[in-house]
């Protein structure tokens, strides 16, 4: 479940910001690797301050080369 949810808050992320740094016609349609994210500002838990959101986006270290796949239709894929 938890997995899920952070996959799917990554996904929205990067369809709000791929698609604002292309072009419409262009689309986001291809296969996508996260290979960083931050928090700006940044964000204190139990008195830590953090910048650096990738710790936070995947539950194991294998899952950091996971592909995010958009096709046409509104469709995610995991790889």
Avoid: H, R
Avoid at 30 to 38: D, Q, S
């Amino acid at each position: 479940m938890k997995k899920n949810i952070i996959y799917t808050l990554v996904a929205l992320a990067a369809l709000i910001t791929l698609d604002s740094c292309k072009k419409k016609e262009d689309g986001i349609v291809g296969t996508w690797k996260v290979t960083g994210a931050t928090f700006s500002p940044s964000v204190t838990i139990s008195g830590t301050t953090y910048t650096d959101a990738y710790l936070f986006l995947f539950d194991e270290v294998c899952e950091q080369d996971d592909l995010f796949i958009f096709k046409d239709g509104n469709q995610v894929t995991f790889d």
